[in-house]
């Protein structure tokens, strides 16, 4: 079983203050943080269950955090393929991001202000759609958006204006 079974944490006047290590029901390490008065500070690590009579299991999450916010590199891992990557500062997303990468086909890439998506973007293949590239303002779609089928053929082109869709041209 791998069910948790384990943790080694110190406390300080009732808060976490210190290593907080959680194992598993073979005392193989799940994860390790670092908490400072009942926040999280530093690097916090997340493992997947070893294999392989392996002592660690591969990174699952990997982030910092700055008195409990996170603040610095985030690094999620999908199949032990980078899935998500960038930076957070006070707890919100900044600058260049790439989410979804683990299928080349979800893959979507572009730069987060202050928490929101700013700037140009290629968002990776939907459900629906195949993938498409524009721009937001301020977390809004803005300005020309072009939009692929699953086979990577133009089918339309949206003009938004701040998150308001203008017209459609197919």
Do not use: C
């Not at 629906?128 to 809004?140: A, T």
């Amino acid at each position: 079983s791998s069910g948790v079974i384990g943790e080694e944490t110190e406390y300080n006047m009732g808060f976490i203050d210190g290593k907080k290590i959680v194992y598993d029901s073979r005392h193989n390490k799940l994860s390790e943080e670092t908490y400072v008065m009942g926040k999280l500070e530093g690097l916090s690590i997340k493992y997947a269950p070893p294999t392989n009579n392996s002592p660690i299991g591969y990174k699952l999450l990997e982030a910092n955090y700055k008195g409990g916010k996170l603040d610095g590199l985030y690094t999620k891992w999908e199949n032990q393929k980078v899935d998500t990557r960038g930076n957070y500062k006070n707890g919100l997303k900044t600058g260049d991001w790439i989410e979804n990468a683990s299928d080349n086909a979800t893959k979507s890439y572009g730069a987060y202000k202050e928490g929101k998506k700013h700037g140009p973007w290629i968002m990776g293949h939907s459900r629906l759609f195949g993938k498409s590239e524009g721009s937001f303002y301020d977390g809004l779609k803005d300005g020309k958006w072009t939009v692929y089928n699953h086979k990577n053929k133009k089918i339309r082109i949206e003009n938004w204006d701040k998150g308001q869709l203008l017209s459609v041209v197919d």
